[in-house]
């Protein structure tokens, strides 16, 4: 799987890690920034990530600032974008497997690192389950 990461300077202490857990399982992270902790704005981060995914077909993106609710926000007002703000494995996985989302957006000031992992593993290894989901998010399209 490609990957694309971005956050805000509430998300940037954690975005090493979440690279790190990536490549070791074998996928492939682009990192979109920011380069420093500076202060920056997560809507910037949010439509960067989000664009990236859209313009890269069969990507997927994680992005990531103080709560996950600003920069989420944000990456959804990209056009064919769902971006999922989850809590815990059994979200990060319905938004697989319900959402098909592409994007998994989370708080690093809501989540440790433990529950992180659990998220990325549940994000990777769900698959969009069709049919009647398929339906619900062709109506998020129109
Ligand atoms: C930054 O202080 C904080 O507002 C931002 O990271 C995010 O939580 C916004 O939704």
Redesign the pocket.
């Known amino acids: 799987m490609k990957f694309y990461i971005a956050t805000?300077?509430?998300?940037y202490a954690v975005k090493a890690y979440i690279k790190a857990l990536i490549t070791d399982r074998g996928h492939e992270i682009i990192d979109l920034g920011p380069d420093s902790a500076d202060r920056v704005d997560?809507p910037d981060f949010g439509r960067k990530c989000a664009e990236a995914v859209a313009a890269d077909g069969g990507s997927f993106g994680i992005v990531v600032?103080?709560?996950?609710?600003?920069?989420s926000?944000a990456a959804n007002k990209v056009p064919s974008i769902r971006a999922a703000l989850c809590h815990d494995a059994y979200t990060a996985a319905m938004a697989r497997a319900h959402n098909n989302a592409q994007i998994l957006a989370f708080?690093?000031?809501v989540v440790g690192k433990g529950v992180i992992e659990s998220m990325i593993d549940a994000f990777i290894g769900t698959a969009f389950e069709g049919g009647r989901h398929a339906d619900r998010v062709a109506k998020i399209e129109a």
Do not use: F, S
């Not at 805000?8 to 998300?11: K, L, Q, W």
């Not at 600032?65 to 600003?70: Q, R, S």
């Open positions: 805000d300077h509430a998300g997560y600032c103080g709560t996950g609710i600003g920069i926000m708080g690093e000031r």
